[in-house]
C-alpha cells in the first residue's frame, strides 16, 4: 500500500473577481428638467430614443461615464477607455427588457428623472447578473453573484459594469417613467 503525502503550494486566488461602480452621479448642469416631459410630452411607446440635444450637459455626463468605465479598467489592469456613446432613453407603459448583454467593454446607465414613486420597491430597477455557471452548493470566489444586483431608478443612480454581464429592466408600473443615460465603451 502506498500513502501518498498531500502537499499544499500556493494559495486560494479569486479568479472570478468583477468590478462594478454603483455610486450617484452629480446632475448640476446636466439636466434642468425632465427631457421626457419637454422633449417627448406624452409619448406612449414603451422605449424611446431622444435627440441628444434633450440634455444639455450631455458632454458632462459623457466624462462621468468615462471615469467610471476608467476606474473599472484600471481595477482589472485593462487599457483606459478612449471614448463613449451615450444614449438618451425614455421607459414607460410597462417597458422591461429581458436578460441582455452589450457588444462593449463597458456599459452604464444614469438615471437623468423618474416619476412617479411606483409601487412596487423593485418596479423599474435595472438588475445585473453573473452570467457564468458555478457549482451548484459550493461556495465560489466571486460572491455575491447568484443572485441579481438591482439598481433602484431614482434621479442620479449611477452603473456601470463589463459588457458581458447580463443585464435586465424589471418591468415599469403603467403610470411610470424613467429617463436614462445610456452609455457604451468605444476605444
Not at 25 to 44: E, F, K, V
Not at 107 to 131: I, K, N, R
Request: charged residues 15%.
Amino acid at each position: 500500500m502506498t500513502i501518498a503525502t498531500l502537499t499544499t503550494t500556493g494559495t486560494v486566488t479569486r479568479y472570478w473577481k468583477t468590478g462594478l461602480v454603483i455610486t450617484y452621479a452629480d446632475l448640476t448642469g446636466i439636466i434642468t428638467a425632465d427631457p421626457a416631459l419637454t422633449a417627448d410630452p406624452g409619448g406612449r411607446e414603451g422605449c424611446r430614443v431622444l435627440p441628444p440635444a434633450s440634455v444639455p450637459g450631455l458632454e458632462a455626463l459623457e466624462e462621468q461615464f468615462l471615469a467610471s468605465m476608467n476606474a473599472l479598467a484600471a481595477a482589472e489592469d485593462a487599457p483606459e477607455v478612449t471614448g463613449c456613446q451615450v444614449e438618451i432613453q425614455v421607459w414607460r407603459n410597462g417597458y422591461d427588457r429581458p436578460a441582455f448583454s452589450v457588444q462593449a467593454r463597458y456599459a452604464g446607465w444614469t438615471t437623468l428623472a423618474a416619476s412617479p414613486a411606483p409601487e412596487h420597491s423593485e418596479s423599474g430597477c435595472l438588475a445585473f447578473a453573473d452570467p457564468r455557471a458555478g457549482s451548484a452548493g459550493t461556495a465560489m470566489p466571486g460572491l455575491p453573484w447568484g443572485r441579481q444586483f438591482l439598481v433602484t431608478p431614482v434621479p442620479g443612480a449611477h452603473a456601470v459594469v463589463p459588457g458581458w454581464l447580463t443585464c435586465s429592466v424589471v418591468p415599469l408600473e403603467r403610470h411610470q417613467h424613467i429617463t436614462v443615460a445610456a452609455a457604451f465603451s468605444i476605444g
